[in-house]
């Protein structure tokens, strides 16, 4: 380790290599600070597709996956990406090097454009610190600056990330290419920024209504393979079409936390305009040349909320919320660290610690450590550290080693039902499920089905209440009365997550492991 500081010390570093150590080094800090997760949560509705497409004895049964993996969805090209490099390496190996990879490259990007914005290394610095560790989750609508997790919008954000970068600098025809490779991976992100970026040329003293023109073919040409597919699916196809009970299951029933501005947290409002506010100051008290462009950005994004609220939440216009516009609050953030990082990159002591002359060193040696602190957190004595981060060796929870047990001791077409909190059964046990709250498809035939299914299965009303209602808390008290096999017959075991076993039904218990218990009817 000395002699490594002894070599940095005598070797000069460019100034894109120190960025790409300090981008390393806070990668790796966000996942020390916010964990990092592998086959839970929303990876419930990534991943599984993936498992199936490299081995097509799982899940048999299961709609969702068998859709997911067989034809054309938004997840087409995430699917594909992690299918193809499972095929040379194992799973987690493939995901937690693309989440590190992808993590470090949209760090990278953000440092680049914060010094093309303010000419200071310092502030570039600083910027990624503050935008992903200090205000990751000051946003609004549900939303965080990154996943800890390998979802389609780390790759879209990060593709994203490199746009504004490219835009900033004046090579516009890179930055419609990143634009359009990161709606193949998350459309929506990528069709947000594409119009952020109109908005930015808009103001550009490039702009020529050609230019204009030029951009806009460029970026559909670029984002074809995902929005030909996805358009004809939604104005060709014939499949079931929106009406108010699709509506109501996407946007309250299921997802009120990203759609509707009312249910958001009223934390989330003040904690975004308080940052909003200091920003601000700070935007006038730090001018550059790119004020322009940057206001219109900052302003579209503020007005295309103020829209989004009043045109869908106020006035009920439902086709608006497909939008989702506040998923644009995460380059809000971003934006607002820029100019927060500039202010404290003026203070002498800050200035002064950046000239230390091993920094570079230093920095190296801490993410070494930290690397090996995630990847050996079992052997931590911290107990509440041993399950945070699902890299190489980790202390395994009850819910986990039952999975494992379903996954190596049932028949593989064996069809379970799991308590609605279970957010890992379809990643862990990779076994057919009738329902499940996390993998779900936005589209009216799935969501109807879906919701037929999830109302049946966990004995809840059929009652279309547009009341901020946390449904999924509601499935969870009423799956203890999940004391009979439903009449489609639809599975043959039940995961609970107590021992208080089903009443009135002849049936056994299959394991226990902790407080779950799989049972069985006979």
């Known amino acids: 380790m000395f002699s490594l500081f002894i070599m940095l010390q005598n070797y000069s570093l460019s100034q894109s290599g120190k960025y790409w150590i300090w981008s390393i080094f806070y990668s790796l800090l966000f996942l020390a600070v916010y964990g990092y997760k592998f086959n839970c949560s929303d990876l419930e509705e990534h991943l599984p597709a993936v498992y199936k497409m490299l081995n097509l004895q799982l899940y048999q049964g299961d709609y969702v996956t068998e859709f997911l993996a067989s034809g054309f969805s938004v997840r087409y090209f995430y699917n594909h990406t992690l299918y193809y490099s499972g095929l040379v390496f194992p799973l987690p190996t493939v995901a937690f090097t693309f989440m590190l990879l992808l993590l470090t490259v949209f760090i990278f990007y953000i440092q680049k454009t914060s010094f093309v914005i303010f000419k200071n290394h310092i502030t570039a610095t600083i910027t990624p610190f503050i935008a992903i560790i200090l205000l990751n989750k000051i946003t609004v609508g549900g939303n965080t600056v990154s996943d800890n997790m390998l979802t389609c919008t780390v790759f879209a954000n990060t593709l994203c990330m490199a746009t504004f970068y490219y835009a900033f600098s004046s090579r516009m025809r890179i930055a419609v290419l990143c634009c359009g490779l990161a709606t193949w991976y998350q459309p929506l992100v990528g069709m947000q920024v594409f119009l952020l970026l109109l908005l930015m040329q808009s103001v550009s003293s490039k702009f020529r209504i050609k230019e204009i ?17 996805l358009f004809y699916r939604q104005f060709f196809a014939e499949i079931a079409t929106p009406d108010m009970l699709f509506y109501y299951i996407l946007y309250v029933f299921r997802n009120p936390h990203h759609y509707l501005p009312s249910f958001f947290p009223i934390a989330d409002y003040i904690k975004s305009g308080v940052l909003f506010l200091i920003s601000g100051l700070l935007f006038f008290r730090f001018p550059t040349k790119y004020n322009r462009q940057i206001i219109v950005i900052i302003s579209g994004i503020a007005a295309g909320m103020i829209f989004y609220y009043l045109i869908f ?3 009920g216009i439902m086709v608006v919320g497909k939008l989702q516009w506040f998923k644009t609050s995460v380059w809000l953030t971003i934006f607002c660290s820029f100019y927060i990082a500039h202010f404290i990159a003026q203070q002498k002591l800050i200035e002064k610690t950046f000239q230390f002359k091993w920094m570079s060193a230093c920095v190296i040696a801490l993410s070494i450590i930290v690397f090996y602190l995630i990847t050996h957190a079992s052997q931590l004595p911290i107990e509440r550290l041993k399950s945070r981060y699902a890299i190489g060796q980790f202390k395994k929870t009850d819910l986990t080693l039952m999975h ?6 049932t028949p593989v077409t064996t069809k379970i039902l799991s308590f609605p909190d279970d957010d890992s059964f379809l990643c862990e046990a990779q076994r057919p499920t009738p329902v499940a709250w996390k993998a779900i498809i936005h589209e009216p035939w799935f969501l109807k089905q879906w919701y037929y299914n999830f109302t049946t299965d966990y004995n809840l009303e059929r009652k ?3 009341k901020n209602i946390n449904r ?3 499935a969870n008290a009423a799956y203890s009365g999940t004391n009979h096999k439903p009449d489609n017959k639809s599975y043959s075991m039940i995961l609970l997550n107590n021992n208080k076993l089903p009443e009135q039904v002849k049936g056994r218990i299959i394991h226990r492991q902790g407080e779950y218990t799989l049972w069985q009817w006979n």
């Open 404 to 409: 494992e047990w379903i996954r190596e001791n």
């Open 313 to 315: 939440d106020a006035l």
């Open 213 to 229: 023109v030029t951009i806009i073919i460029f970026y559909l040409v670029s984002a074809s393979p995902m929005l030909i597919p």
């Open 472 to 474: 999924r808390e509601k």
């Open 464 to 466: 279309i209440e547009w």
